[in-house]
């Protein structure tokens, strides 16, 4: 095994699925002669050339647009938008053609591109450089939604965006870019197969008191709740959701008829969130298995502020997760710190 960026998982990642197929390439502001504003792409117009590596103008809707039309002819584009918050400029693009051409021309053709692009706070951009939108795009049938946390998730849950036929957006928080974990030794491989599963969750961490839940930066925080927690003698099992669009609600739901309990931590606001779905989902699935009821943890409602110490307070921590995990043993009797 050996031990790598998240950013270095993504960009050896796209050089090995370059390299296996010629019919991929990548396009986006900035990411070849200045090799992408957060260096996914390095080294990649040297490698490749402009043909398949191409800087395009500051205009989301054009190249997302030609991005679409490049997939229904064959090609299979990786579309970098520099921000999440940015493609609400290709609206139109993702969520009217993408999304729907293969349905509405009945299957005649498909639209296997990737949309790669990072969201987040935390990094005191403001609040138009902070969002997590995907909870939009997670609303939008025809549209796969993955979210990986660790760089061995990256890796192969980028493969299998890169080869299957449906559009994809690619979620990749800022503050894991630099985060590191373990990745197999021949993860950069063009003939690596370890393809992830899309709409599949994972159970990270066993565990039996507490379910919690969360997907991107927050199955990390999640990890870091349950370690930490763990030395109370609290006992947290940790599932990540990965997959936003399909959701895997089975695994969640399975879990927390073993735990009875439920949080959930999310990186966007609260109401209308993916934690509300999530819950709803809970209730559907696991009502009779509850001992209390699900608990949600989220940013505050609030455009991000940049002043440091408010960007903080807005964005949930391991310290709010905790509490809420240890409010919810509490009201049914178990035994906390």
């Given at each position: 095994m050996s031990v790598i960026t998240y950013?270095?998982?993504?960009?050896?990642?796209?050089?090995?699925?370059?390299?296996?197929?010629?019919n991929v390439l990548v396009m986006g502001e900035e990411i070849g002669v200045f090799e992408g504003s957060y260096k996914i792409t390095e080294g990649l117009l040297k490698e490749f050339g402009p043909k398949r590596v191409r800087d395009t103008p500051i205009a989301e809707e054009g190249f997302v647009g030609a991005?679409?039309?490049?997939?229904?002819?064959?090609?299979?584009?990786?579309?970098?938008?520099?921000?999440?918050?940015?493609?609400?400029l290709a609206v139109d693009q993702i969520v009217n053609h993408a999304a729907k051409i293969y349905g509405m021309f009945g299957g005649q053709t498909s639209v296997p591109m990737v949309i790669r692009t990072p969201g987040g706070g935390g990094q005191q951009l403001g609040a138009t450089h902070s969002q997590n939108i995907e909870l939009f795009y997670s609303f939008i049938p025809g549209l796969k939604v993955m979210a990986p946390s660790t760089p061995a998730e990256a890796s192969s849950m980028l493969r299998a965006a890169v080869r299957d036929d449906d559009p994809v957006l690619f979620l990749e928080n800022l503050g894991l870019y630099n985060t590191k974990g373990e990745v197999a030794d021949d993860y950069a491989e063009p003939e690596n197969d370890d393809i992830a599963t899309i709409g599949r969750a994972a159970v990270t961490r066993e565990g039996s008191d507490v379910t919690l839940i969360g997907y991107s930066r927050m199955a990390v925080t999640a990890?870091?709740?349950?370690?930490q927690l763990a030395e109370e003698d609290i006992s947290v099992?940790?599932?990540?959701?990965?997959?936003?669009?399909?959701?895997?609600?089975?695994?969640?739901v399975d879990s927390v008829k073993k735990t009875n309990c439920a949080v959930i931590c999310e990186d966007d606001w609260l109401t209308y969130g993916i934690g509300a779905e999530i819950a709803a989902s809970i209730q559907e699935g696991a009502f009779d298995y509850l001992d209390a009821p699900v608990r949600r943890v989220?940013?505050?409602?609030?455009?991000?502020?940049?002043?440091?110490?408010?960007?903080s307070a807005a964005l949930p921590s391991v310290e709010s997760i905790s509490t809420a995990i240890k409010e919810t043993l509490s009201a049914v009797g178990k035994r906390v710190g």
């Open positions: 950013r270095q998982a993504l960009r050896d990642t796209l050089r090995a699925e370059m390299l296996r197929d010629e991005a679409v039309g490049a997939a229904m002819l064959g090609l299979r584009p990786v579309v970098e938008i520099m921000t999440i918050n940015f493609s609400l990890h870091q709740v349950a370690e099992e940790v599932v990540d959701l990965r997959s936003l669009r399909p959701l895997d609600r089975q695994t969640f989220a940013m505050a409602e609030v455009p991000m502020p940049y002043a440091k110490p408010l960007e």
